[in-house]
């Protein structure tokens, strides 16, 4: 299952008084590939971390699915991030002291999953992702890549209907950069999994649907 995502005219403003984003009204159907690009600076995090829960906005709302998302209902927030939504950030966010395996496993312990369930299904994924021979190694012995990788297989453990991938590639170099773009393609068009990728390398946005592009917290393409 995939979900659309729609804003209309979502502003957030900061209280140093800047404002990131300025009646940001956008679209996404359901199984699209899409790429959000601009500068450091244009409003492309803040944007998605409004999308997936994780900040709040100003004014405006935003649509998960058809339903509107209520940020005041923090309860909500958490099953959305939890169950919904999965993320993969620039910086990979492994846990350093446990296996490709374990870090996939991760986020089921939340849901209460039998053990030998989170197991298959960290294989299972492990597998997809190309690393099941690497299941047993910690983040250390990865790759930058391969530990992207991982980052990728965890976020697709809870069956979301929809990745939200933060710069997914920014400390990587072009090789292993266009092998996870390739990757997150093949689950999108396989799974039909909905992407929103924030990027600033707009070579790399060819791999996407489309493009949206952010400048000064504005929509200008």
């Not at 899409?34 to 500068?39: D, E, F, S, T």
């Not at 940020?71 to 490709?100: E, M, S």
């Not at 790759?143 to 297989?153: F, H, L, P, Y």
Request: proline share 4%; net charge positive; hydrophobic share 40%.
């Amino acid at each position: 299952m995939t979900a659309g995502i729609r804003t209309e005219s979502l502003t957030k403003q900061f209280a140093n008084g800047v404002t990131a984003l300025r009646d940001v009204s956008i679209t996404i159907a359901p199984g699209e590939f899409v790429a959000l690009i601009g500068r450091s600076g244009s409003g492309k995090s803040t944007l998605m971390n409004i999308m997936g829960g994780l900040d709040t906005p100003t004014a405006g709302s935003a649509y998960f699915d058809g339903e509107k998302i209520d940020y005041k209902d923090r309860k909500r927030l958490i099953v959305l991030r939890r169950t919904q939504v999965g993320f993969v950030f620039q910086q990979f966010n492994l846990l350093p002291t446990l296996t490709a395996r374990e870090n996939v496993a991760y986020p089921l312990l939340f849901n209460y999953t039998p053990r030998m369930e989170r197991d298959v299904l960290a294989m299972r994924l492990l597998t997809l992702v190309g690393l099941e021979k690497r299941a047993d190694h910690l983040p250390h012995q990865l790759s930058g890549g391969e530990q992207q990788r991982v980052a990728i297989a965890r976020a697709l453990v809870s069956n979301p209907h929809l990745i939200l991938a933060d710069e997914p590639t920014g400390n990587l170099d072009s090789k292993s950069s266009a092998e996870i773009y390739q990757l997150m393609r093949h689950i999108n068009q396989v799974q039909k999994i909905t992407f929103l990728v924030v990027t600033h390398e707009r070579e790399l946005a060819s791999y996407c649907d489309r493009t949206i592009e952010l400048r000064d917290g504005t929509v200008v393409a």
